[in-house]
Every structure is written in structure tokens, then in C-alpha cells.
């Protein structure tokens, strides 16, 4: 495949972008919480706001833009819109609430054990991810970010 032609595709354009733009986000929507940089923002799922929501989003949007609401590639984008979004706030939220209480659980359990035995339990079960899903709004923010950078990218076009 030429490079030209992967980079003259509007609908991966807009997901990069708005990928890229979540992320740089995320970093420095951390810093200016918590003072302090954590590269893993970066690349890391789950925060402010939703990469994943702002993707699928600028993807939807660029086909319906480009290849109109009755085009088939609109309607696959706007399904996987709908299942990320879902997933993003239900599932991986759910799941990250999880993740909080095993590493609550395990904490407990390692300051009961004998002093010689302590940090057993995390060489077994090291701690777990919590950041994994959204919150509504994180969502949202992403979605409006990948609407807003898919419209402005084509005027590029």
C-alpha cells in the first residue's frame, strides 16, 4: 500500500487525530489535577477524556460526512460507535471498579500476614489497573472532541 493513500483516507486521518488529541489531553489534564506528569497518560485507557469515545466518534462522523447516512461504511462506524460507547462506560467501568476492590482486598490481607511474609501476596497478584473505563462525562468530552476535530479536518479537505 502507498503511503499516500493511507494518509489521504479522511476517516483514518480523523481517528489519529483524535486519538492523539485525547491522549495529550489526558496528560496534561493530569498534570493540572495532580501536579505531577505521568507519561503512562499518554497510552493508558480510562481518564479525561474517553480516547476511545473520541475515536469511533471522528470515525462516524468523517463517513458520515464523507459517504453519506445511508452508506453502508456510516452504518458500520455509527454500530461500533454505539458498542464502544457502551462498553467504555459499562463494562470497562465495572470492570475497573473490580480491579479496586481486589487491590483494596489483597492490601488488607498483606498487612495481616507475618512480617516476613509481607509482599508475598502482590509477587503473586501484582496490583491491578482501576483506570480502565469512563465515567459519563469523560465519555461525552470524548465524543465532542472527535466530532469537533472530524468536522475542522474536513475543512482540509
Avoid at 13 to 34: C, D, E, F, M
Avoid at 50 to 69: D, E, I, M, Q, R
Avoid at 78 to 90: N, P, Q, R
Wanted: net charge neutral; charged share 15%.
Amino acid at each position: 500500500m502507498k503511503w499516500q493513500v493511507l494518509v489521504s483516507n479522511p476517516l483514518i486521518n480523523a481517528g489519529v487525530l483524535s486519538w492523539i488529541t485525547a491522549q495529550v489531553i489526558k496528560l496534561i489534564y493530569y498534570y493540572g489535577r495532580n501536579k505531577q506528569v505521568r507519561m503512562e497518560r499518554l497510552t493508558g485507557a480510562g481518564g479525561m477524556p474517553s480516547a476511545h469515545s473520541a475515536v469511533v466518534c471522528s470515525v462516524t462522523v468523517s463517513a458520515l460526512v464523507n459517504y453519506g447516512f445511508s452508506s453502508p461504511i456510516f452504518a458500520i462506524a455509527f454500530i461500533l460507535t454505539m458498542i464502544v460507547l457502551y462498553d467504555a462506560t459499562g463494562v470497562r467501568w465495572e470492570a475497573g471498579l473490580h480491579a479496586r476492590s481486589l487491590n483494596q482486598l489483597i492490601d488488607r490481607m498483606e498487612e495481616e500476614l507475618p512480617e516476613e511474609k509481607k509482599g508475598s501476596l502482590r509477587q503473586i497478584v501484582p496490583e491491578l489497573n482501576e483506570s480502565l473505563g469512563h465515567r459519563p462525562l469523560e465519555a461525552l468530552l470524548g465524543s465532542l472532541l472527535g466530532v469537533a476535530l472530524a468536522l475542522l479536518l474536513q475543512l482540509t479537505y
